[in-house]
């Protein structure tokens, strides 16, 4: 039976955007930009195409220079040829009805020599994040990076810039800053890997300070409502060093406070995956999007472990305003009309999640309908 009354399913306008549903498909690195110089193949047009019935598709994470690049496989936007190759995926998706931002990334000293011609990531500090980054010969250790100089910060951030004129030029809807833990932004964030004592280092404004740099560099290309940023608080496991700290809910507190002025598209949080009790952020762990909600007076697009069900409830409790999907959507192209019609959800292969070009990408078929 259908359910036209959920809240996932209605309208919603996004600025200027008018989305169809409040489903945004979350940002899915899928590695198949398999060509040295990683630009968008059609096979990707054809993967968003049919995701395009979501209310927003938000791009797998891009990268915005080569010194960002820190997996392989994963498409760039910093050459004329990936924004060429983006062209026909933003057109295969507004074709199709469908709306798409670009999530524009940076791994910082989560990437590794074998990634950038033998030369040393970047990181604000000289600190290895002890994780793993992943290279054409498997995972590998990250080393010790090299500290960016504020010259290096400042070209980094007109980098930023270009990618969002990338962006446009491309087609896409607008860009989404990505800022969860494993990227750049964090390590700037946390007292772990950023050691620094000049005006991006030592304290809370300070190491906060890149965010609202890259945003004001994008904000000369693109309306402030065209733009989000999605950010990790919580994030504990596969992380190395940049965990949550005695300091992480004050350091969100200032930057949402901060961003309150910025009208941005919305932020897009995602939740917790473990259990924060006893750790430096178990204040967080009861109504998580609540807390953020009480400090943010934009859109809120709360993520992680979403069902039907629970989707529908956060926004109907004015919790969050949309909901993103990630893993969904990989074995479900059509999740909105799933939702709407009560289908159940196919499972995903992670086999297929990083690699196996078509197979486990556009493989997966829309649910059939009994009697349909
Ligand atoms: C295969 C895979 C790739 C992902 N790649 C990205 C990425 O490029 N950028 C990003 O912000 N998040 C990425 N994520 C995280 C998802 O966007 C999302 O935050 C996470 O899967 C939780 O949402 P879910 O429970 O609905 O899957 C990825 C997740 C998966 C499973």
């Known amino acids: 039976m259908k359910n036209t009354s959920q809240p996932l399913l209605e309208e919603y306008q996004l600025g200027d955007l008018n989305l ?9 690195t899928r590695g198949r930009a398999t060509n040295p110089g990683l630009i968008p193949t059609p096979i990707m ?21 080569t ?6 496989n994963v498409p760039g936007i910093y050459t004329q040829e990936q924004v060429e190759g983006w062209k026909s995926v933003t ?9 798409i931002f670009s999530q524009l990334g940076h791994i910082g000293a989560g990437a590794h020599p074998d990634l950038q011609n033998g030369r040393l990531p970047v990181g604000p500090s000289a600190v290895n994040i002890q994780s793993q980054s992943f290279t054409p010969e498997g995972f590998k250790d990250t080393v010790t990076p090299h500290e960016m100089t504020v010259a290096e910060i400042q070209d980094t951030i007109q980098d930023y810039r270009q990618a969002a004129q990338n962006a446009k030029d491309a087609g896409f809807d ?20 950023n050691k620094r004592n000049d005006r991006y280092g030592g304290s809370i404004e300070n190491r906060a300070r890149i965010i609202f740099e890259i945003l004001d560099a994008i904000f000369e290309v693109w309306e402030s409502n065209r733009v989000s940023v999605k950010f990790s608080p919580v994030m504990l496991s596969n992380v190395g060093i940049v965990k949550p700290d005695e300091e992480t809910i004050d350091l969100f507190k200032y930057i949402l406070n901060t961003l309150n002025s910025y009208n941005l598209a919305f932020i897009h949080i995602v939740g917790p995956a473990e259990d924060l009790s006893g750790t430096p952020v178990e204040d967080l762990q009861d109504n998580y999007f609540a807390h953020f909600r009480n400090n943010y007076t934009g859109r809120i697009v709360a993520n992680l472990g979403f ?29 909105v009309e799933r939702f709407r019609d009560n289908l159940p959800l196919a499972e995903s292969d992670r086999n297929t999640y990083y690699s196996g070009e078509e197979n486990g990408y556009t493989t997966y078929p829309k649910a059939v309908i009994a009697g349909a």
């Open 174 to 193: 607008g860009v989404e800053v990505h800022a969860i833990v494993g990227m750049l932004i964090p390590q700037f964030l946390s007292t772990a890997t």
């Open 307 to 335: 069902t039907k069900e629970s989707g529908n409830a956060i926004i109907q409790e004015g919790i969050a305003d949309l909901v993103s999907f990630g893993e969904p959507f990989i074995a479900n192209p059509d999740l």
């Open 91 to 99: 057109k295969a998706v507004h074709d199709n009805g469908g709306l």
């Open 45 to 65: 047009a054809e993967y968003y195409a049919q995701r395009a019935s979501a209310g927003l598709i938000i791009s797998e994470g891009t990268w915005v220079n």
């Open 67 to 72: 010194q960002s690049i820190g997996f392989i």
């Open 20 to 28: 169809k549903n409040r489903v945004i498909m979350a940002s899915l």
